[in-house]
Nanobody
C-alpha cells in the first residue's frame, strides 16, 4: 500500500476530525497530494489539494472549515476538518499527483484505501 489514510470516525455536527495519509514512496515528496470524498450514491468529489511547495486549494464547500497541510519529511498529508456538517459524511480518499495540482480525480495516479467520516446531526 503506497498511501495509507486514517483518522475517520463518527462525530456530531460541529465537531472536528483530523485525517492523515502516510505515503510509502519517497517520490511522493514532490507530488501534489489531495483529498477527495465520495458520499453514498454520489460521485467522487474534490475536497482539497496541496502542492509539494505548500500551495493549497479547496472546494468551495469546505473553504474556511477544512485545512490541508503536509509534512514532506514524513511524506504525510493531513486534513483538519472543523465545524463538520452532516453533508460532509463520506468516504475520504487521499491521492497523489505527479502532474501537480488538479481538482479532477483523473489527474491523480495513486490512491489510498479511504477512511469513513460520518457526521450526525
Amino acid at each position: 500500500v503506497q498511501l495509507q489514510a486514517s483518522g475517520g470516525g463518527l462525530v456530531q455536527a460541529g465537531a472536528s476530525l483530523r485525517l492523515s495519509c502516510a505515503a510509502s514512496r519517497r517520490t511522493f515528496s514532490r507530488h501534489a497530494l489531495g483529498w477527495f470524498r465520495q458520499a453514498p450514491g454520489k460521485e467522487r468529489e474534490f475536497v482539497a489539494s496541496i502542492t509539494w511547495t505548500g500551495r493549497t486549494y479547496y472546494a468551495d464547500s469546505v473553504k474556511g472549515r477544512f485545512t490541508i497541510s503536509r509534512d514532506n519529511a514524513q511524506i504525510t498529508v493531513f486534513l483538519q476538518m472543523d465545524s463538520l456538517k452532516p453533508e460532509d459524511t463520506a468516504v475520504y480518499y487521499c491521492a497523489a499527483s505527479a502532474g501537480g495540482y488538479s481538482e479532477d480525480a483523473t489527474g491523480y495516479n495513486d490512491w489510498g484505501q479511504g477512511t469513513l467520516v460520518t457526521v450526525s446531526s
